[in-house]
C-alpha cells in the first residue's frame, strides 16, 4: 500500500511538471517498478552469479587459446561474433539469473575474441588498431540498439566510448577529445533534464535509459580522466578551457532549471544567483575534470539517481584532489578553485534547501 501511495504521488508529480499532455500508462509502470525492486533484492545472487559466471568463461577462454585458437584469426573473430549472438540470445530467451550472467561473461569475451582476432586478421593489410576500433564501435552501437540486457547496453556503452578514444589515440587526434566531451556531456544533460518524457516514450527507451545513462556517466568519467593523467598516457591534449567551458554552461543551465522549479522571481535575486555561479565556476574553466564531475554528481541528484550520485561524488573528489596537486598551477590558484568549489557546494545547499521546501509546499 505504501509503495502505491508513494507511486501515485510521484507521477501526480511528474504529471504536474510537464503539463496537460503528458500520459502514462500506471500499470505498466506499476509492473516495472515491481521488477525492478526484484532486480534490486537479487543484486548480491547477480554478482556472485556474475562473478562464477565470468571466471568459467574465462577458463573456457584459456582452453580455446590452449587448443592454439590464437593461431587462426578467423576462428576467433568468427567465435567472438557467435559469443556475442549468443549471449544476446541466451539472455532473451533464459530468464534465470544464472543465464542472465553467463551471458554477460559471453558477451565479455565475444568483445576480447572479436577484436583480437580482427587485428591479427588484417594487421598485414592495413592500421589494424583503426579497423579493430572501428569494427568494436560498430559492434557495441549494434548492442546498444537491440540489447535486452542493461549489463550489456552498459558494457556496449563503454566500449563504444573506448573506440572512439582509441580512434583518437591512434591517429594522434588528442584534442579531438573535446569533442568526445561535449557530445558525452550533452547527452548526459538531455537524458537528465527529459528523464519522464524519454522513460514514457516507450518501453524499450524505458529499460534502456538507465543503462545508457550510467554508461554515458562512466564514459564521461574516464574521458576526463584523461586530461589529469597525460603525462602516464603520453598524450597532448590542449585547450582546455574549450570543455572547461561547455561543461561549465552546462552546469549554468541545469541550475537555471532547478531555479525554475523553485518560488524565487525576484530578478534581482536571480542575477546575483547567476552571477556567484559564473564567479564561482570561471577558475574551473581550466580544469574541465571539475565541471564534468560536478555536471554529473548536480544532474543525478536533481533526477534522484543515487549510483551517479555518488559516481560524481567520488570523481569530484578524486578530480579535485589531482587538481590540487598538479604541478602546472600555483598554490594560489589552486587554493583559490578549492575555495570556489567550497563556496559552490554552500551556495547548492541553500538552494537546494529551499527547493525542497517549495516543492513541499
Avoid at 561473461?105 to 579493430?132: P, R
Avoid at 522513460?199 to 529499460?207: G, Q, R, V, Y
Avoid at 575555495?339 to 525542497?356: C, D, E, I, P, Q
Wanted: net charge positive; hydrophobic share 55%; charged share 10%.
Amino acid at each position: 500500500m505504501a509503495n502505491t501511495n508513494q507511486l501515485d504521488a510521484l507521477l501526480h508529480g511528474i504529471a504536474q511538471e510537464q503539463g496537460e499532455g503528458f500520459t502514462f500508462d500506471r500499470a505498466s509502470i506499476e509492473q516495472e517498478a515491481q521488477q525492478n525492486s526484484l532486480r534490486i533484492s537479487q543484486l548480491a545472487v547477480k554478482v556472485l552469479v556474475i562473478l562464477g559466471g565470468f571466471l568459467g568463461a574465462s577458463t573456457f577462454l584459456g582452453f580455446l587459446v590452449a587448443a592454439g585458437l590464437y593461431n587462426s584469426p578467423i576462428a576467433m573473430a568468427t567465435l567472438g561474433i557467435i559469443l556475442l549472438a549468443g549471449a544476446e540470445w541466451l539472455i532473451r530467451n533464459k530468464k534465470e539469473s544464472t543465464a542472465d550472467s553467463v551471458g554477460v561473461s559471453f558477451n565479455i569475451i565475444g568483445y576480447i575474441l572479436l577484436a583480437v582476432g580482427v587485428g591479427q586478421l588484417v594487421e598485414e593489410v592495413m592500421d589494424s588498431g583503426t579497423v579493430v576500433a572501428l569494427v568494436m564501435a560498430c559492434a557495441a552501437t549494434l548492442l546498444i540498439l537491440f540489447s535486452h540486457s542493461g549489463i550489456c547496453t552498459f558494457l556496449a556503452v563503454l566500449v563504444l566510448n573506448g573506440s572512439l578514444l582509441g580512434l583518437l589515440f591512434i591517429h594522434k587526434i588528442y584534442n579531438g577529445a573535446h569533442a568526445l566531451i561535449i557530445l558525452q556531456g550533452a547527452i548526459l544533460i538531455f537524458m537528465s533534464l527529459n528523464e519522464a518524457k524519454l522513460i514514457a516514450a516507450s518501453a524499450k527507451l524505458n529499460t534502456k535509459y538507465g543503462p545508457i545513462r550510467m554508461g554515458v556517466i562512466f564514459s564521461l568519467v574516464i574521458t576526463l580522466g584523461l586530461f589529469v593523467h597525460q603525462k602516464f598516457l603520453s598524450s597532448a591534449i590542449g585547450y582546455f578551457w574549450v570543455s572547461g567551458l561547455f561543461l561549465s554552461g552546462c552546469l549554468i543551465y541545469l541550475l537555471h532549471r532547478v531555479l525554475q522549479n523553485t518560488d524565487i522571481t525576484n530578478i534581482k535575486t536571480k542575477a546575483a544567483f547567476y552571477t556567484c555561479c559564473l564567479l564561482i565556476l570561471t577558475p574551473t574553466v581550466v580544469a574541465p575534470s571539475v565541471p564534468g564531475a560536478l555536471l554529473i554528481l548536480l544532474s543525478s541528484f536533481y533526477i534522484g539517481h543515487k549510483p551517479g550520485f555518488w559516481v560524481g561524488l567520488l570523481a569530484l573528489a578524486y578530480f579535485v584532489i589531482l587538481y590540487y596537486y598538479d604541478l602546472n598551477l600555483t598554490l594560489l590558484a589552486k587554493s583559490g578553485v578549492l575555495v570556489a568549489s567550497g563556496l559552490f557546494f554552500l551556495g547548492g545547499f541553500v538552494l537546494l534547501n529551499r527547493y525542497l521546501k517549495s516543492y513541499a509546499n
